[in-house]
């Protein structure tokens, strides 16, 4: 099979695969009266569909003839033994793995920093399994998947290639997966059954999910009524006297900032409250076109509202990529740019003595933005966003998984604000409480433990080291692939 082939055919794969997991980006087109928009899914599947492509086309260059079966001749003197080698195949496994973490890698880097749904993300569910995620983030994880995977279809080919025609052999390729693959599961269960570290102290939060349709928020007629849905929903959150109180991402018409009565409106809400966190897009906030998406903390008696603004803005909804190329087709529907937070800011709140660190919208999925605030002091992740864009899709639940990742990297708990769904909290394991059901309108009280730790997680400490060195590794075997090929030329 020529190179080529085997990209298209890895590409073929791709477009499938990253198509159906991205249809959801389809729920753009009514709400902006274009149907050009129901071929994004496809626009998405196409770009991110070049990791397995290339992957493909590595790994059967790499590969060579180690996986021809046929070409065994067990009769030869010195029969081939690049498939019944077994140091060959879990080196061969070792590769490939690092191959696709390399390429997952350089997607979230290189692609707009799009991380959404790595391939680890699939095994957000078992929590035993993910637990190594605080050594070697997701990539650890897609890096297990692919080797288990590759080990497994090895073994079937060698044991296709030695049943009957040599002697069987001890398949330590096999056997050293299998261990690696325990000891994995040990760890998790382990770390499980240790449990979390001494409680320092719980915060009461109430969260509300307004559970507002896109289009009634873009339809400037709709503001009173939103307006009087969120107050009716703050005054429900005041009840149980919580520490803090959580509104979701752009939830305020024209923003906390877009003229003085509305910001009178929000400080009066916020009054019922010890504190209160919402997330707010304010347009020429400093100046003209000073546009950011924000998370602000009101905490009565505070002459200053504390805000970080988003640093991982979602191309061509809060900015046009490209604009002096790409304006005259898409400017009218991307007018203006946000401007991106430069650094993550934590903000604390009085009583408890708690440190929260806000994540807006997606950035719940970009683990070295979660990685920066826990670093930063944060003690409680708090994610503020507005999964509405895309309707009843399976959008809500992909984000909801993502975000699990975050917790286990950092052993800090996350609660999720929403305005659709899924409002829920996340404990440093992984585990998901879901608070709300999706697409209805309530109010959430729970308590958040917030835990005494000692030492910052592996991952905390030095981020995603494992994928660099995945791709370090692929380019060392590449390399010395491509010698050996020449020297036999």
């Known amino acids: 099979m020529t190179p080529w082939r085997r990209f298209r055919l890895g590409y073929v794969t791709g477009i499938i695969a990253y198509t159906a997991t991205f249809w959801w980006l389809g729920e753009l087109a009514p709400l902006f009266h274009t149907s050009a928009l129901r071929l994004l899914p496809v626009g998405m599947g196409a770009g991110v569909a070049l990791v397995p492509a290339i992957w493909a086309m590595f790994v059967g260059w790499f590969a060579g003839r180690q996986v021809v079966v046929e070409r065994i001749d067990p009769f030869a003197p010195n029969p081939n033994p690049l498939l019944l080698s077994s140091s060959r195949n879990i080196g061969l496994g070792i590769v490939v793995a690092a191959s696709w973490v390399a390429l997952e890698w350089v997607r979230g880097s290189a692609m707009l920093g799009f991380c959404w749904n790595t391939l680890g993300v699939a095994l957000h569910g078992d929590l035993v399994l993910i637990q190594i995620a605080e050594f070697t983030g997701v990539g650890g994880l ?4 692919i080797l288990c995977n590759a080990i497994a279809l090895i073994t079937l080919l060698r044991l296709r290639a030695e049943v009957g025609r040599v002697r069987l052999r001890p398949h330590f390729d096999f056997t050293l997966t299998m261990a690696l693959l325990v000891g994995v599961f040990s760890f998790g ?3 499980l059954m240790k449990g979390p570290p001494r409680e320092r102290t719980a915060v009461r ?20 009524e939103i307006f009087e849905t969120l107050e009716k929903l703050n005054a429900r959150a005041a009840e149980p006297k919580p520490d803090l109180v959580l509104w979701p991402e752009a939830c305020i018409p024209g923003g906390m900032f877009g003229d003085a009565e509305i910001t009178e409106w929000v400080k009066a809400q916020a009054a019922k409250h010890k504190a209160l966190l919402i997330g707010t897009d304010d347009l020429n906030r400093g100046g003209e076109g000073d546009d950011h998406n ?5 905490i009565p008696g505070h002459s200053e509202v504390a805000i970080h603004d988003k640093m991982n803005l979602v191309p061509f909804g809060e900015y046009l990529p490209m604009r002096p190329l790409l304006g005259w087709a898409l400017g ?25 660190g806000p994540l807006i919208c997606f950035e719940d999925t970009q683990a070295d933005i979660a990685r920066a605030q826990v670093r930063g002091g ?15 899709s ?3 639940e992909q984000h909801l998984a993502n975000a699990v990742f975050r917790c286990v990297e950092t052993r800090v708990p996350m609660v999720r604000c929403t305005n659709t769904g899924t409002t829920a909290s996340i404990d440093p394991f992984g585990r998901v409480d879901r608070w709300l059901p999706a697409h209805t309108e309530g109010v959430a009280n729970r308590t958040i433990p917030i835990y005494a730790t000692s030492t910052p997680t592996f991952y905390t400490r030095h981020g995603d080291l494992f994928s660099p060195a995945c791709a370090v590794l692929a380019i060392l075997a590449t390399l010395g692939r491509w010698r050996h090929g020449r020297r036999k030329s």
Do not use: C, R
């Open 142 to 145: 897609g890096f297990l998947l």
């Open 205 to 224: 939060i109430a969260a509300i999910q307004p559970n507002i349709s896109q289009a009634k928020k873009m339809d400037a007629d709709s503001a009173p």
């Open 294 to 298: 924000s998370a602000a903390l009101i």
């Open 378 to 392: 944060a003690q409680l992740l708090v994610n503020l966003t507005n999964d509405g864009w895309f309707g009843f």
């Open 189 to 191: 269960a382990y770390t």
């Open 394 to 396: 399976g959008e809500l």
């Open 332 to 356: 009218e529907l991307i007018p203006g740019d946000f401007l991106p937070g430069i650094v993550p800011i934590q903000l604390p709140l009085d009583s408890p003595d708690v440190t929260l």
